[in-house]
Every structure is written in structure tokens, then in C-alpha cells.
T-cell receptor, first 112, second 112 residues
Framework: QKEVEQDPGPLSVPEGAIVSLNCTYS??????FMWYRQYSRKGPELLMYTYSSGNKEDGRFTAQVDKSSKYISLFIRDSQPSDSATYLC????????????FGKGTRLSVIA | DGGITQSPKYLFRKEGQNVTLSCEQN?????MYWYRQDPGQGLRLIYY???????QKGDIAEGYSVSREKKESFPLTVTSAQKNPTAFYLC???????????FGPGTRLTVL
């Protein structure tokens, strides 16, 4: 079993839809959780990060962590064509400069 | 502007040649990382460095080498021992807690 599992998609939705992107993980030691957005042929950019369980909201984006289920989600409200990208989840065991463990990414297309 | 720069953006290599990819950051981050990204494979860690003059192998270090002589710089050499080097290479850096990593724009390496 891989440490982090993420459905690669592709996921195609109409403009204005609510998008739900998810990752599951196996290591209960993970404490920090991040979502990155990567446009084609570009470097990933950090979207959201959360510590431990709970929700965090930033504009149209909401990150949710359920440590009891080892499950994290990213919700995008009122999706736009500009949201079309690959979304990568990432997580870390502790603070300090340890490498992140990444999911393989979900490719999202928002159709106008 | 603070950020991470990678050069060149595109690089072509003949079989049997060593090539060096540049990564520079002016974010005053302690840690730096190199990833390889192939279609459908997600991000795979090659090497990382937490402090100057020290670095650790990642999951796929064979055929690669790095140096960390300055805090700002973490060059990656793809040696002739790397059998399948054609890929998109990403450099990242991070400060302390939490371990959010910031990525450069990437270098696309093609072996001719």
C-alpha cells in the first residue's frame, strides 16, 4: 500500500460546479497537509495547508482533514475554467525540513 | 522579488553526456529539494539538503549527483549513468515548520 493514494482522474466538470478532490493515506504520523496546484509545464504552487484535523477556507477553496479516517479533501466552489490544472496533495510527518510525501495528482478540467 | 529560479527551461542532452541543472533561491530557506516528474508518476524525490555541505538521497538518487556549497544554490547533475533521464525536473525549497515547499518553474530535459 502506498503511503498516499490519490485518484489520478481525469475529472471533468462544468463551470460553476463544486469540485471535490481527495487523498487517503496510511501513516498516522502525518501532521501537516497541503494542496498544490500545477498548471501544465509549470512548477506546483501552494494552495492550502492545514495542521492536524479540521477545515480551512480561503476564498473558493476549502481544505478538510479527517485524521480518524486518514482522509483529506479539497473543495472548490464555483469552479472556473482557470481552475483546470493538476492538483497534488502532500503531507509531512513533523515540523522541520523533512521531505513531503506527495500524491500522484488529480487532473481537473473545468468546461465553460 | 523572492523566489526560486531554475535554468535552463529546456535542455537537450546527447546520450553519454553529463548535464547540470541550476537551482537558485533568494528566500533564505535552509532546505532544498530536487524532484523528477514523469507522466502518471507524480513527484519523485531525487536528493534533498537541509543545510549547506550536507545532502541526503531520496527515492531515485541513482544516476544523479548534487552539491550544496551555498545556501542559495543546489545544482543537480544528471550523469550518463542515469538510463532514462528524459523528464521534467523540479527544484523546491522550504523554511522551517511547517514544511511547505515552494517550487521553481522546472527544467524539461530531453535526451536525444
Amino acid at each position: 500500500q502506498k503511503e498516499v493514494e490519490q485518484d489520478p482522474g481525469p475529472l471533468s466538470v462544468p463551470e460553476g460546479a463544486i469540485v471535490s478532490l481527495n487523498c487517503t493515506y496510511s501513516n498516522s504520523a502525518f501532521q501537516y497537509f497541503m494542496w498544490y496546484r500545477q498548471y501544465s509545464r509549470k512548477g506546483p504552487e501552494l494552495l492550502m495547508y492545514t495542521y492536524s484535523s479540521g477545515n480551512k477556507e480561503d476564498g473558493r477553496f476549502t481544505a478538510q482533514v479527517d485524521k480518524s479516517s486518514k482522509y483529506i479533501s479539497l473543495f472548490i466552489r464555483d469552479s472556473q475554467p482557470s481552475d483546470s490544472a493538476t492538483y497534488l496533495c502532500a503531507m509531512s510527518r513533523n515540523s522541520g525540513n523533512t521531505p513531503l510525501v506527495f500524491g500522484k495528482g488529480t487532473r481537473l478540467s473545468v468546461i465553460a | 522579488d523572492g523566489g526560486i529560479t531554475q535554468s535552463p527551461k529546456y535542455l537537450f542532452r546527447k546520450e553519454g553526456q553529463n548535464v547540470t541543472l541550476s537551482c537558485e533561491q533568494n528566500l533564505n530557506h535552509d532546505a532544498m529539494y530536487w524532484y523528477r516528474q514523469d507522466p502518471g508518476q507524480g513527484l519523485r524525490l531525487i536528493y534533498y539538503s537541509q543545510i549547506v555541505n550536507d545532502f541526503q538521497k531520496g527515492d531515485i538518487a541513482e544516476g544523479y549527483s548534487v552539491s550544496r556549497e551555498k545556501k542559495e544554490s543546489f545544482p543537480l547533475t544528471v550523469t550518463s549513468a542515469q538510463k532514462n533521464p528524459t523528464a521534467f525536473y523540479l527544484c523546491a525549497s522550504s523554511r522551517g515548520s511547517p514544511d511547505t515547499q515552494y517550487f521553481g518553474p522546472g527544467t524539461r530535459l530531453t535526451v536525444l
